[in-house]
C-alpha cells in the first residue's frame, strides 16, 4: 500500500492545551486518529511523526524519499525560519501538501511568510485539525491525476 508521511513540528505535540483560543482543543493524537481514518478511506497508509528537532525532521524527509508516495507537513514556527527544512523538501522529488492549523496571514505578520509554501504543490491554512485531512485529500486528488498522465 502507498504510504503518505504526515510530518508536524515544534510544539504541535502539546495541542490541546496549547494556546487553546488558537489552535483549538483537538490532540494531535486526535487529528493522526482522523487521519488514519481518512488514509483508509482513501486506501493509502498514513506514517504519522512529530518532532520538535530541525535536524530529526530534515532526516526523515530524507529517510522517506523512495519509500512513501507523497508529504503532509505542519512545520510549525519552522514554517517561517528554516530555509534547511525547504531545501530538504526541494531535494526529493515527492509532492507535498503544507498545512497549518490557524490562518497564517491572518495573525502576526511575521507568519505570514512561509519558506517552506513554494516546495509545497500547495497550502491549506485556518480550517483547524480539518487543515490535515484537506491536506491529505489535496495531496491524493494531486497524486491520483498525476498518475493519470
Ligand atoms: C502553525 C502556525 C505557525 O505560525 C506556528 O508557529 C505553529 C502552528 C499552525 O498550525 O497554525 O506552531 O503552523
Redesign the pocket.
Known amino acids: 500500500m502507498d504510504r503518505v508521511l504526515v510530518l508536524s ?4 505535540n502539546l495541542l490541546g492545551t ?1 494556546q487553546v483560543d ?2 483549538g482543543l483537538a490532540t494531535l493524537e486526535a487529528i493522526h486518529e482522523s487521519l488514519a481514518k481518512l488514509a483508509q478511506e482513501l486506501g493509502v497508509a498514513v506514517d504519522c511523526r512529530q518532532s520538535n528537532h530541525e535536524g530529526e525532521l530534515i532526516d526523515w524527509i530524507h529517510e522517506v524519499r523512495e519509500s512513501h508516495v507523497g508529504i503532509v507537513f ?7 525560519t528554516s530555509i534547511a527544512i525547504a531545501d530538504a523538501l526541494r531535494a526529493i522529488s515527492l509532492p507535498s501538501v503544507e ?6 496571514h491572518a ?2 505578520a511575521f ?1 505570514a511568510h512561509s519558506h517552506t509554501a513554494s516546495a509545497a504543490i500547495g497550502v491549506v ?2 480550517f483547524g485539525p480539518a ?1 490535515y485531512t484537506l491536506g491529505l485529500r489535496a495531496l491524493m486528488d494531486y497524486l491520483g491525476r498525476s498518475n493519470q498522465d
Open positions: 513540528g515544534p510544539n504541535l496549547r488558537i489552535y505542519n512545520l510549525g514556527a519552522y514554517t517561517h498545512v497549518h492549523l490557524s490562518n497564517i495573525r502576526e507568519r491554512t485556518g487543515s
